[in-house]
């Protein structure tokens, strides 16, 4: 793993890369530290200016956003504006597994909930519907994603008319990319460790504003919304299971589900074995990054989110690991049931498949199939 500074993509004395007086933008976190979570905790200094519209949650300043912050009052109001956003976001469907592909010994009730059928093919709409809501729609804004995140961010910006660019890792689908650009929005490609040098430059240098893809309770309140509509399909699940990359969705649906007071409610987030920085950092009992690679690309991000690690910590039950193999097997297993979703989105369903998750015969399980973009050409990459 490249050391902070020692990015190949940007050399000292470049133009390309952020040196000398880097206070203006402090607080944009390093990707790659192991150190404090407090670099992490911040957004940058360019975060904002937020809009008029009130909100509790945004009254808060960064800093002092914790997870003890976050409330169902806080939440409830993120819902409201996510289910009355411009952007058209919906309420998937929550649907009974009745195939008979599964291994007999799960005798379980699984409950799909179809995030793969959301508007721009991935649950990411709801967190950048409730960030855009509370933005100035005049700024040049800039993200790093390696896909659904940053589709997401562009069909928001083509809607409201802002300017964008999306960081994206060289390990994202090519596909992705074009697909982000087919909005208007500019993409550059680098190495999954120089991505944070390359958004501070833009900051620093470019002056655009960094609206983060997973560490932002804005974003984090917006995808609360999917824990709210579980619980309107199946009021006490035993068990929900969701993936996890920087840890957005994993904690705003576990935050949604505990304080609407499912207490027994086991809530268990699921990454690849590539990928596993929410793993490490329960582990090491702080948020860690590390050179994350996985066929789930949307879960391989350089480094844990403060904030959804704090949340998770108090809310999820465990963190556990599959495999790339686990995964393809998963993502052929739901298209062969008619489903098509990406690896990224297939890796919940693996834990279950693959006995990752205890305890759970006679049990109501809700597992969240994330996203869908998949392309044909990667579709031919897995198992029949």
């Known amino acids: 793993m490249f050391a902070h500074g020692a990015c190949p993509c940007f050399r000292s004395g470049s133009k390309h890369y952020p040196t000398g007086n880097r206070s203006r933008n402090r607080s944009v976190p390093s990707s790659f530290s192991h150190d404090s979570a407090a670099q992490h905790t911040a957004a940058p200094s360019k975060f904002g200016p937020k809009s008029k519209q009130a909100s509790l949650l945004t009254a808060l300043a960064m800093e002092d956003v914790t997870a003890d912050s976050i409330t169902l009052q806080m939440l409830q109001e993120a819902r409201d504006t996510v289910t009355s956003s411009p952007l058209g976001v919906i309420s998937t469907p929550l649907i009974p597994w009745c195939q008979t592909t599964l291994p007999s010994h799960l005798s379980c009730n699984i409950h799909l909930k179809l995030e793969n059928m959301q508007r721009t093919g991935s649950f990411k709409i709801r967190g950048v519907a409730n960030q855009f809501a509370r933005q100035s729609k005049d700024g040049h804004f800039v993200t790093m994603s390696a896909g659904n995140y940053g589709k997401s961010f562009a069909y928001a910006s083509k809607h409201y008319g802002t300017k964008g660019k999306v960081v994206m890792p060289e390990t994202a689908p090519m596909s992705r990319s074009l697909l982000i650009q087919s909005f208007g929005i500019e993409v550059e ?46 009021p006490n699940p035993d068990v929900v299971v969701v993936c996890c990359g920087g840890g957005g969705l994993l904690a705003g649906v576990a935050a949604a589900i505990k304080l609407s007071g499912c207490e027994r409610t086991r809530i268990y987030g699921v ?91 006679g049990k109501n399980i809700v597992i969240i199939l994330s996203g869908g973009n998949i392309g044909k050409d990667e579709l031919m990459n897995f198992p029949d």
């Open 189 to 234: 490609r680098v190495p999954t460790p120089c991505l944070m040098d390359l958004v501070n430059r833009c900051v620093q240098e470019d002056n655009m504003t960094f609206m983060h893809s997973y560490n932002d309770p804005d974003l984090i309140a917006g995808h609360a919304s999917l824990g709210f509509e579980i619980l309107e399909v199946v």
């Open 271 to 361: 990454e690849p074995e590539g990928a596993c920085t929410m793993y490490k950092s329960f582990i090491e009992k702080k948020p860690v990054g590390m050179d994350s690679k996985s066929i789930a690309s949307g879960l391989a991000p350089p480094f844990a989110g403060a904030l959804p690690y704090a949340l998770c910590q108090k809310y999820v039950e465990k963190i556990v690991l599959v495999t790339d193999e686990e995964i393809k097997s998963a993502v052929s297993t739901l298209y062969r049931a008619g489903l098509v979703v990406e690896p990224s989105g297939s890796a919940a369903f693996a834990a279950i498949v693959n006995d990752r998750i205890p305890d759970i015969t």
